[in-house]
Nanobody
Framework: QVQLVESGGGLVQAGDSLRLSCAAS????????MGWFRQAPGKEREFVAG????????NYADSVKGRFTISRDNAKNTLYLQLNSLIPEDTAVYYC????????????????WGQGTQVTVSS
């Protein structure tokens, strides 16, 4: 089992940047493919980005492609999401998740979830 704790959220203005972190503890972080999801008020949780356990493969939702970057540091047991050129539509609670198998755009593929960190983008 792995425990995940997100941090780095906050209130920013449109056009600003943030870096989210997801600290992992428990079983070896490098065993897992990882993903970031987000959930806005009144909406379903949606895939944002995924990364393989080596970091060699990544995937992004079309809505964030070119603005967000997912990365990981297995030596530090930490997953990151760099958010650039933020827009109000990016406002959501952001969750990191760990998958025993391959990362996927579907939330059912993930076995462990963090508690989320709030990102609010004002116009």
């Amino acid at each position: 089992q792995v425990q995940l704790v997100e941090s780095g959220g906050g209130l920013v203005q449109a056009g600003d940047s943030l870096r989210l972190s997801c600290a992992a503890s428990g079983r070896t972080f490098s065993y897992y493919d990882m993903g970031w999801f987000r959930q806005a008020p009144g909406k379903e949780r949606e895939f944002v980005a995924g990364i393989s356990w080596t970091g060699g493969s990544t995937n992004y939702a079309d809505s964030v492609k070119g603005r967000f970057t997912i990365s990981r540091d297995n030596a530090k047991n930490t997953l990151y999401l760099q958010l650039n050129s933020l827009i109000p539509e990016d406002t959501a609670v952001y969750y990191c998740a760990a998958a025993k198998g391959s990362y996927s755009i579907g939330s059912a593929a993930y076995d462990y979830w963090g508690q989320g960190t709030q990102v609010t983008v004002s116009s």
